[in-house]
Structures are given as C-alpha cells and as structure tokens.
C-alpha cells in the first residue's frame, strides 16, 4: 500500500496550491480519503473529507470556502485545491484512506505560506 502525496511547496499568502495524493495497492474508490494537516508544536487535525460512495465532501470550517477535495478514481488519486492560502496554513499536509477499520496514512507534503 502506497499513498505518496505531492503538490505542496511555498506560497504566498492569497496563493494557491494543488495538492495531489497517488494512492495503490488497495481499492481506492471503496475508501473514504482525506487530507489532514499538522503544523509545527500543534494536533493533526482533519483538512477535508471525500466519502467513496456518492462523492460527499466535509470540511473544517476554516477551511471551507478556500479548500476544494476531489478524487478520480480511475486514476486512484485524490486532490486537494486550496486558494485564499493564508500564514496560518503552513503545515506538512498528510492523506489518508480508511474503510472500517483500515486505514493507511501518506508521509505528507510540506505547505508554507510566508511572504
């Protein structure tokens, strides 16, 4: 099992990124994916959140409205689109893909966004 994220670098502040997740070795539409996110001294916390059956999205709020996840399971990845990117973003990025009680983590892509 792979997930190997790319896409993350530094930024501006009110820049964009990309950030995509090429995930293998398991079957990827049956797993939720997600994007979460940890900043130097702080939590892990969750970024977004694509269910594998309909596609349905959840945010944290200070992510929503500036985050966008999406996923294309014919190329087993899943993306993540942050705009309006702000200082307090800066964190290494991490996917995950969980179904029951499986899950498997990325080793993240580190965002800075620093004038």
């Known amino acids: 099992v792979q997930l190997v994220e790319s896409g993350g670098g530094l930024v501006q502040p009110g820049g964009s990124l990309r950030l995509s997740c090429a995930a293998s070795?398991?079957?990827?539409?049956?797993?939720?994916m997600s994007w979460y996110r940890q900043a130097p001294a702080k939590e892990r916390e969750l970024v977004a959140r694509i269910r594998s059956a309909g596609g349905s999205t959840e945010y944290a709020d200070s992510m929503k409205g500036r985050f966008t996840i999406s996923r294309d399971n014919g190329k087993n990845t899943v993306y993540l689109q942050m705009n309006s990117l702000k200082p307090e973003d800066t964190a290494m990025y991490y996917c995950?893909?969980?179904?029951?009680?499986?899950?498997?983590w990325g080793q993240g892509t580190r965002v800075t966004v620093s004038s």
């Open positions: 070795g398991f079957t990827f539409s049956r797993y939720a």
């Open positions: 995950n893909a969980a179904w029951g009680v499986l899950g498997y």
